[in-house]
């Protein structure tokens, strides 16, 4: 290959890195003479393996790869076909465009894929963005429109309660019980708008660890519950909002709280640190009562709540702020025994 394509590829790997794309460049024949990082990655087979080999063993519809080759030599290029290829032993969907190439009159055929479960991750991603966003702005709408009675509610409530005196204890037993539902009035309209305007993360590079004892060291867990900490020597550094990260970590520990409480016992909420591949993983465990299988797909959904006065915004707002992160929320849950939500961001 000529260094002018060669270099081009390594242009193409820069650009399409980012996107998950993998690229490989072959002989007229279907030799294998380059394989980009994410080629490896969606192949799952390591570059040198590719190389030399035939791009058409990899391929289980040689019909339609034969013809996307047909295309391309003669029109120069095919967009776009859907085709199954062999990722080391497994059945893999890929869309994949084909380009022919003349280097130095030699005919080469580029190859650009995407894995679609990966696609469909990024739709799936999209879509949820597109609904917060809406979401959002109602959201917003209507705490706005609250928040300001509701201050004066509080105040004109909180004179009342002086006017009133000592003497009147049922009165201000009362009054006692307005404030309370008043206060839980306020975190509702506060998580409303912590979600509907969450900010583009600033994402600054470094450990968690502090995050982590400063929430636990303010954290004041219902009396059933025992916190555990079990952070790693020296977790590697990450980039990540320090502001965001501990909203999210805050609503995981309190819905790891909250769930000891429904089941009446005592129960343990650990924070761990680990890593996993090419991620640093948060775990934020507990030994509630778990969350049946047929629940988890809607867990993430803004509004889904099993609470009777919960808002289910908690895991929506989380979710959306790991992704902008570049990183993954995942549960892992038996009913009867507790869960485990791992938040896990890109080294
Ligand atoms: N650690 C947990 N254990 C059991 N169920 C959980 C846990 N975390 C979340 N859930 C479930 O997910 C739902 C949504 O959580 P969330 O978005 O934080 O909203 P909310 O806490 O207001 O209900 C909860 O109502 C609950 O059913
Ligand atoms: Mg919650």
Same mark, same amino acid.
């Given at each position: 290959?000529?260094?002018?394509?060669?270099?081009?590829?390594?242009?193409?790997?820069?650009?399409?890195?980012?996107?998950?794309?993998?690229?490989?460049?072959?002989?007229a024949?279907?030799?294998?003479?380059?394989?980009?990082?994410?080629a490896?990655?969606?192949?799952?087979?390591? $570059?040198?393996?590719?190389?030399?080999?035939? /791009? =058409?063993?990899?391929? &289980?519809? %040689? !019909?339609?790869?034969?013809?996307?080759?047909?295309?391309?030599?003669?029109?120069?290029?095919?967009?776009?076909?859907?085709?199954?290829?062999?990722?080391?032993?497994?059945?893999k969907?890929?869309?994949?465009?084909?380009?022919?190439?003349?280097?130095?009159?030699?005919?080469?055929?580029?190859?650009?894929?995407?894995?679609?479960?990966?696609?469909?991750?990024?739709?799936?991603?999209l879509?949820?963005?597109?609904?917060?966003?809406?979401?959002?702005?109602?959201?917003?709408?209507?705490?706005?429109?609250?928040r300001?009675?509701?201050?004066?509610?509080?105040?004109?409530?909180?004179?009342?309660?002086?006017?009133?005196?000592? $003497?009147?204890?049922?009165?201000r037993g009362? /009054? =006692?019980?307005?404030? &309370?539902? %008043? !206060?839980?009035?306020?975190?509702?309209v506060?998580?409303?708008?912590?979600?509907?305007?969450?900010?583009?993360?600033?994402?600054?590079?470094?450990?968690?660890?502090?995050?982590?004892?400063?929430?636990?060291?303010?954290?004041?867990?219902?009396a059933?519950v025992?916190?555990?900490v079990?952070?790693?020597?020296?977790?590697?550094?990450?980039?990540?909002?320090?502001?965001?990260?501990?909203?999210?970590?805050?609503?995981?520990?309190?819905?790891?709280?909250?769930?000891?409480?429904?089941?009446?016992?005592?129960?343990?909420?650990?924070?761990?640190?680990?890593?996993?591949?090419?991620?640093?993983?948060?775990?934020?465990?507990?030994?509630?009562c778990?969350?049946?299988?047929? /629940?988890?797909?809607?867990?993430?959904?803004p509004?889904?709540?099993?609470?009777?006065?919960?808002?289910?915004?908690?895991?929506a707002?989380?979710?959306?702020?790991?992704?902008?992160?570049?990183?993954?929320?995942?549960?892992?849950?038996?009913?009867?025994k507790?869960?485990?939500?791992?938040?896990?961001?890109?080294?």
């Amino acid at each position: 290959m000529t260094a002018s394509l060669k270099s081009k590829l390594i242009e193409v790997q820069q650009c399409l890195g980012c996107m998950h794309e993998g690229t490989v460049i072959t002989s007229a024949d279907g030799t294998i003479l380059e394989a980009t990082t994410a080629a490896e990655r969606i192949l799952e087979t390591p $570059s040198i393996s590719l190389k030399g080999s035939n /791009i =058409r063993t990899l391929c &289980r519809g %040689l !019909d339609v790869y034969d013809e996307m080759v047909r295309k391309a030599v003669a029109e120069k290029r095919c967009l776009n076909r859907s085709l199954v290829v062999d990722a080391a032993g497994k059945r893999k969907l890929v869309n994949m465009s084909l380009e022919r190439v003349d280097d130095s009159g030699e005919v080469r055929l580029v190859h650009v894929f995407q894995d679609c479960a990966d696609l469909r991750t990024m739709e799936e991603r999209l879509l949820q963005f597109e609904r917060l966003a809406t979401i959002g702005r109602f959201a917003s709408q209507i705490a706005h429109e609250v928040r300001n009675p509701l201050s004066s509610i509080s105040l004109n409530v909180e004179l009342l309660e002086d006017e009133i005196g000592e $003497s009147n204890a049922e009165a201000r037993g009362l /009054i =006692r019980s307005v404030l &309370r539902e %008043l !206060d839980r009035l306020n975190d509702i309209v506060s998580e409303y708008l912590q979600f509907s305007r969450f900010p583009k993360p600033q994402l600054k590079k470094g450990q968690v660890d502090a995050i982590i004892h400063d929430l636990v060291g303010s954290w004041k867990p219902p009396a059933a519950v025992r916190v555990e900490v079990a952070l790693m020597d020296s977790s590697p550094e990450v980039w990540f909002d320090e502001r965001l990260l501990r909203q999210v970590l805050e609503n995981l520990t309190r819905n790891a709280a909250e769930a000891i409480e429904t089941e009446g016992a005592e129960g343990v909420v650990r924070i761990e640190t680990d890593v996993i591949e090419k991620f640093l993983v948060i775990r934020v465990k507990d030994t509630g009562c778990g969350i049946p299988s047929e /629940i988890q797909p809607k867990l993430f959904e803004p509004f889904f709540t099993t609470k009777a006065r919960g808002t289910g915004l908690g895991l929506a707002t989380s979710q959306q702020i790991i992704f902008e992160h570049n990183g993954h929320l995942l549960v892992e849950s038996q009913p009867g025994k507790g869960s485990i939500f791992s938040t896990l961001l890109p080294i």
